[in-house]
């Protein structure tokens, strides 16, 4: 990204060959092809009278729509989106839907028009709340249901939104772990998103699109279980198309045995798992004379169905349950970008053991001093760095521990400091480590991809600094995805 950052440091005001879209700024390089120039060190978005202006997320009235400074979105009272002539989008009620004879069946309308406080466009009726949420240069949609509903019936509660035009294609789609059902003019399509319940509980979202006669606009049906809603969840639920990526069965921890020091444990790591029920990180001086030992753990991630290449990415944290923790001394989980080798072998486990300790760190995910209870459910800071995150395939990362990576001291004998992860290849799926990442549709103006909730690029200037991967394309579109394998 040298040539963006040239741009950037030294004459902003000759960057000739630009343009401004909902992803943030377009810069176009020799041959024609335009990259994504998004920096996220500052909180500026855009060039105008000869400097760089930031956008306003704070709606305000314009001419009977809202909007903030700089920002493409329009909101109107009714809580429709626009984006130029190209985007409009509207949810108008929620139900139910029956898989098995392909109907909707309507519970409850939301009020034709909204409240505006602040950057936030809402719109309640009962026991539902739906909020327009406008962060500048980003929209995104979240339903809260309050309390669980009464008389729920079908297979899914849904949200029906109205999106004009051809937003929402029908056809073939290209998913991972992800089944297409076609029913007449009713598509499933991709997983979109999660609900979260009030214990932070994830669940996968499915999307249904129906054509609507005539063809001025598709009806958008944004659902999550019925059984979920009624007997699992706790309330307020809130439905917020993202994707989450679960890990995989091939996840796997390594263990180094009575090493000298953290960098010779390699030649002695003996153990390891190809299906992990945790993830190791972190070391043990056992007391009574038994040996050091140091984990550190390895998961996988199927993000394939991120569209929009790296570039489209606007988030990404990484969110688990504690399964076990040493108690005698401070120790953090680093997540490091590490592209291991699966599944983990007698000949590449001292490769990936050493990989793990050599490759870039990308966040401290949680300290102990944090991570208190086993059982318990954390989350990371934003990884800052999106470049980890393959869009064509699997994402790889190890779990280090602060001390191993650092290169503090080993643990003596009867000092213990780890904290130990439920692994993807975990009986009960709602506990497996898992990926959360914020993307946009895809920047390049090829065909128009839905994500549901619209979620947009985060206010500013974003630095991407992609390191560059082989088996990486620019031709992937971003959601967060899910593996439940």
Known sequence: MDFIQDILDKSPHNAKAYTISKHGILFDRPGGRSKVGQFY????????????????????EVGGFNSGKGSPFKILPTGEIHWGGVYRHLVESVGYYEIATDKYQHAVSLPKTGLVTENIHRKEMGLYRYDTIHQGLSVKGELTILEKPENMSGDLFVISAKVWGAQLPLGKFKEDGFEHVENGKRLRIFGGGIAMDARGVPIPVQMYVVDMPPPVFRQLLIG????????????????????????????????????????????????????????????????????????????????????????????????????????????????????????????????????????????????????????SVYTSPDFGDYSAINPDGDTRLALVSSQDYDNVGLSSYGIIRYLNWYSGDHATAGDRVYLTVEYMDQPYPTAIVLKTGLHEPKIGLYDTRVKLRSKRRDVALSTIVRNDQ
């Open 41 to 60: 060190s500052s909180p500026i978005a855009y060039f105008e009278s000869g400097e760089w202006q930031g956008f306003d997320a704070k709606l305000k």
């Open 224 to 375: 999550v279980p019925v059984s979920w809603l009624d007997t699992a969840a706790e309330y307020p639920v809130t439905i917020d198309p993202t994707i989450s990526p679960k890990t995989s069965s091939n996840d796997a921890t390594i263990t180094g045995t009575d090493p000298s020091s953290w960098g010779t444990a390699r030649s002695t790591s003996s153990s390891y798992s190809n299906s992990a029920t945790e993830l190791g990180s972190g070391n043990a001086g056992y007391a009574g004379g038994d040996p050091k030992v140091i984990w550190r753990g390895y998961a996988v991630f199927d993000t394939s169905a991120i569209t929009g290449g790296v570039e489209a990415i606007q988030g990404v944290t990484i969110t688990g349950k504690l399964k076990t923790r040493g108690d005698t001394s401070l120790v953090a989980t680093y997540v490091v970008d590490a592209d291991w080798e699966e599944p983990v072998s007698g000949a590449n486990r001292e490769a990936n053991y050493d990989l793990a300790l050599s490759s870039s760190k990308i966040i401290e995910w949680v300290d102990s001093d944090t991570a208190t209870t086993v059982g």
